[in-house]
């Protein structure tokens, strides 16, 4: 196709965004946006780094080896329909074809956008990584929440059949919890190889586990193995981190799968603070009086953003906890908590908009989940009626800048919706609104 004719298509692409989902932005400026995409389109998918004008843009792409990464060898995708939106009610979906590469670019004004992709026949969404932002929404499409910003946004698809989901979590007692789930053939025999550093003291150490399970009728597997030693003592400030290309890999029926990216435990401080302003909020009860059994999934998460608009680029640093307190039959008390991790959030200059997302719904609005303790002794209930108390500690550039803050939690076995972990992106259920979409509580000015 030559340049000439598909700058034409652009200009008609963009007169109608204009006289249809698009006719409240200004004209002018949308329709010179979408014109350049021409001179884009026709570069190579690997070769695009950047929007052209601003927006969304990305590749969709075959993921050979299911590890939500981009790599050598890997092809996109060609003529996958996607579907970008802000209300998402019919009214102002704008939707943009994969090219002959499988890369996809619209122009929109910044701010928050869903992104849906029909997942192509036959396969399944990647794990959630740097090249893959979507997950399963139950119906059909991998779905993202993103910002548009001009930066790329890549949606990868590996064959469906074969997927394996691990997540480690480790304590300041030295020991780790490995949990693996996943699909593959009915019945097969089931392997998984999981490998990561451990680093204390300036020293590393590397952790190895196999574990051996066995595939249902379904082909779908999931174990759970707790009290795994760690190594160093967990004295101090103890670091996880993986190995080039994955920390998983696992075998099905004689064939393995290499490569796969494992959810490391977060940073441990060991009788060590870590640095950095501190703050809490709540007791808060924005979901009710809960009963909580042992072994209820229970996630936190929270968003912030700058108080004034008027702030450089920045990196915000943010290492948080959630604290259930509860009452027990008998009349006793206690609390136990679910440690939700650190992230780092990168915040565009000047940028007031709620971070990671303001979107309830979005799997990026939480930041940790973990398993409720026997804490009324084995098979009795936990009366949660005080609500939780989510504890931070901020680390960001010294820049005087102000951030309001609020959180949210949700065990959706307490709310009769099945136990439910609002991260499992492989679990159709946590995209229902009525299962993960949990209130915020209140806004807290920066303390």
């Not at 350049?36 to 080896?65: E, I, K, R, W, Y």
């Not at 702030?311 to 027990?328: E, G, M, Q, Y």
């Amino acid at each position: 196709m030559s340049q000439e004719i598909r700058q034409t298509e652009l200009r008609t692409k963009a007169q109608q965004l204009l006289e249809g989902p698009l006719k409240h932005i200004r004209g002018v400026a949308l329709a010179a946006a979408l014109v350049p995409l021409a001179s884009l389109a026709a570069a190579p998918a690997s070769a695009q780094t950047a929007c052209a004008s601003g927006g969304v843009c990305g590749v969709v792409f075959n993921d050979a080896n299911n590890n939500g990464l981009l790599e050598t060898g890997e092809t996109g995708i060609a003529g996958i329909k996607l579907t970008v939106c802000q209300l998402c009610n019919g009214t102002d979906n704008m939707d943009v074809y994969t090219d002959a590469n499988g890369f996809y670019s619209l122009f929109v004004p910044g701010g928050t956008y869903t992104i849906a992709v029909p997942i192509p026949t036959g396969t399944q969404p990647s794990p959630l990584n740097t090249d893959n932002v979507g997950a399963s929404n139950g119906l059909g499409s991998s779905v993202a929440t993103v910002q548009a910003r001009g930066l790329p946004t890549n949606f990868g698809f590996a064959a469906a059949g074969h997927a394996l989901n691990v997540t480690i979590t480790a304590t300041c007692a030295c020991e780790y919890t490995v949990s693996a789930s996943g699909s593959t053939d009915a019945n097969a025999v089931v392997g998984i190889d999981i490998g990561f550093n451990v680093i204390q003291n300036g020293v590393t150490y590397v952790v190895s586990k196999r574990i051996d399970t066995n595939a249902d009728a379904n082909g779908n597997f999931s174990v759970t193995i707790a009290g795994n030693p760690l190594p160093g003592g967990c004295v101090g400030v103890v670091e996880f981190s993986g190995f080039a290309g994955g920390e998983a890999s696992f075998t099905f029926n004689g064939a393995t799968r290499a490569s796969i990216p494992a959810n490391l435990p977060s940073t441990l401080f060991c009788n060590t603070p870590p640095p950095g302003k501190t703050f809490d909020i709540g007791p808060s009860s924005m979901e009710g009086h809960l009963l909580i059994r042992q072994g209820d999934w229970v996630s936190g998460g929270y968003s912030f953003k700058f108080a004034s608009g008027s702030h450089p680029a920045s990196t915000v640093k943010v290492s948080s906890t959630l604290t259930i307190p509860f009452r027990c039959s008998d009349g006793t008390s206690g609390k136990f908590v679910i440690n939700l991790g650190t992230q780092n959030v990168s915040v565009p200059a000047n940028n007031t908009d709620w971070q990671p997302t303001g979107d309830a719904n979005s799997v990026l609005s939480w930041a940790g989940s973990g398993q409720a303790p026997a804490g009324c002794g084995p098979g009795n209930v936990m009366d949660n009626s005080k609500g939780a108390i989510f504890e931070a500690t901020i680390q960001n550039p010294d820049n005087g800048a102000l951030l309001n803050w609020r959180f949210k939690y949700r065990d959706p076995n307490a709310k009769g919706k099945g136990n439910v972990n609002c991260l499992d992106t492989t679990d159709p259920r946590r995209n229902k609104a009525d299962v993960c979409g949990a209130s915020w509580s209140e806004t807290v000015k920066d303390p």
